[in-house]
T-cell receptor
Framework: GAGVSQSPSNKVTEKGKDVELRCDPISGHTALYWYRQSLGQGLEFLIYFQGNSAPDKSGLPSDRFSAERTGGSVSTLTIQRTQQEDSAVYLC??????????????FGPGTRLTVL | AQSVTQLGSHVSVSEGALVLLRCNYS??????LFWYVQYPNQGLQLLLKYTSAATLVKGINGFEAEFKKSETSFHLTKPSAHMSDAAEYFCAVKGSGNYQLIWGAGTKLIIKP
């Protein structure tokens, strides 16, 4: 079956512009995660959606960052008024959270964002 | 609270030598533990996972990891390194009470010819 997909794969934008990054999780996965990976760094947790519960936004670095998940499936991460420090790879992951789940996360290929 | 420590941000080994990447965890509940690999310019891929069955877990590409409760460790090993193993490796533990994973900082594995 299809894995997690993300679009676009690359995005170059000018400082101050807004960008939207899209994630299509694996069908049937109830949990969806966004991470940021700056050059040479580890994973920085941004936000987590679980079913119909309120998302865990504790990792969002500023109020310029927001995310939605429509219909329990596709998610969009929006960065407003982009700054150069927002340049990074944005990774999306999804997982199945049923009774037999071990929380294994499946990752998309990422979106490389470059803010000029 | 759970936490994960990966010792060494960079590990360099010669081709054909033993690979050992260290991971220590802290968990108040029996842990589920994971190793992921990230090849250059790609997303993360699951290498192996420990889910309280066998303590020695075998994964893809000849990697294995041993869960040692007394040492709170889950080190990743491979008997003979190959050039294609050059990548970044992340250790993670399942968070308690939610569905998140707690991630280590990652170890970049460098293979010398």
């Amino acid at each position: 079956g299809a894995g997690v997909s993300q679009s676009p794969s690359n995005k170059v934008t000018e400082k101050g512009k807004d960008v939207e990054l899209r994630c299509d999780p694996i069908s049937g996965h109830t949990a969806l995660y966004w991470y940021r990976q700056s050059l040479g760094q580890g994973l920085e947790f941004l936000i987590y959606f679980q079913g119909n519960s309120a998302p865990d936004k504790s990792g969002l670095p500023s109020d310029r960052f927001s995310a939605e998940r429509t219909g329990g499936s596709v998610s969009t991460l929006t960065i407003q008024r982009t700054q150069q420090e927002d340049s990074a790879v944005y990774l999306c992951a999804s997982s199945y959270t049923g009774v037999s789940s071990y929380n294994e996360q499946f990752f998309g290929p990422g979106t490389r964002l470059t803010v000029l | 609270a759970q936490s994960v420590t990966q010792l060494g941000s960079h590990v360099s080994v010669s081709e054909g030598a033993l690979v050992l990447l260290r991971c220590n965890y802290s968990s108040s509940v029996p842990p589920y533990l994971f190793w992921y690999v990230q090849y250059p310019n790609q997303g993360l891929q699951l290498l192996l996972k420990y889910t309280s069955a066998a303590t020695l877990v075998k994964g893809i590409n000849g990697f294995e990891a041993e869960f040692k409760k007394s040492e709170t460790s889950f080190h990743l090993t491979k008997p003979s390194a190959h050039m294609s193993d050059a990548a970044e490796y992340f250790c993670a533990v399942k968070g308690s009470g939610n569905y998140q994973l707690i991630w280590g900082a990652g170890t970049k594995l460098i293979i010398k010819p």
